[in-house]
């Protein structure tokens, strides 16, 4: 079936202030994109919602992707302790009454 | 704000018990879905639903099943719970579907013993 890669795969440790972008790769044409924070033991909060693939922005947050290349990316400038925690995407499925598609999420841990 | 509850936020169930767990929401949603979360594999679709009174099938509906009885109100049932049933269940709406933001509950911790 249709899959969700995210890389870094597992996990992702930054120094505060350094930018970090985490990536979705999938393995058939898809409609949407959007992406989730969740804080350890926390629910899903939404980031960004991309439909059609356009650039969206939210503060220090950008998501963009390549539709030709199934991918897409979340872009974190100058990072924050509190941005510490799991980055999920999900991708819509047409096929599938739009049901989404999530990876196994990136979990950010970000130093001092 | 959305607002997606669920009940219980933990429960300890035994192997071959029956469990339901119950999400609400009060954002006038159509579309409602129940994930489970383990680690290493993010967040899995179980059942969805997108009308009361029907219910479809997800990626892993294999020993679940679910009622949506009204708008608000989606159920995932446990008829006979098993071990690997052990994870965190999420119930999520959303009103277009995909093609628009979904908003979680806060979660629920299963373990089955």
């Known amino acids: 079936g249709q899959q969700v890669q995210q890389s870094p795969p597992a996990s992702l440790v930054l120094q505060e202030g350094e930018n970090a972008e985490l990536q979705c790769t999938y393995s058939?044409?898809?409609?949407?994109m959007q992406w989730f924070y969740q804080r350890p033991g926390g629910r899903l909060v939404s980031l960004l919602y991309?439909?059609?693939?356009a650039e969206q922005r939210g503060g220090r947050l950008t998501s963009s992707a390549a539709s030709n290349e199934s991918r897409s990316s979340l872009h974190i400038s100058s990072s924050q302790i509190t941005d510490s925690g799991t980055y999920l995407c999900?991708?819509?499925?047409?096929?599938?009454?739009?049901?989404?598609?999530f990876g196994a999420g990136t979990k950010l841990s970000v130093k001092p | 704000e959305a607002a997606v509850t669920q009940s219980p936020r933990s429960k300890v169930a035994v192997t071959g018990g029956k469990v339901t767990l119950s999400c609400h929401q009060t954002?006038?949603?159509?579309?409602m879905y129940w994930y489970r979360q383990d680690t290493g594999h993010g967040l899995r679709l179980i059942h969805y639903?997108?009308?009361?009174?029907?219910?479809e099938k997800g990626d892993i509906p294999d020993g679940y099943k679910a009622s949506r009885p009204s708008q608000e109100n989606f159920s995932l049932i446990l008829e006979l719970a098993s071990l690997s049933q052990t994870a965190v269940y999420f119930c999520?709406?959303?009103?277009?579907?995909?093609?628009?933001?979904?908003?979680f509950g806060p979660g629920t911790r299963l373990l089955v013993l």
């Open positions: 999520a709406s959303s009103d277009e579907g995909g093609e628009d933001t979904q908003y």
């Open positions: 058939t044409t898809l409609n949407s």
């Open positions: 991309s439909p059609s693939w």
């Open positions: 999900a991708m819509e499925r047409p096929n599938n009454n739009n049901a989404p598609r």
């Open positions: 954002n006038n949603h159509d579309y």
């Open positions: 639903s997108y009308v009361a009174d029907s219910t």
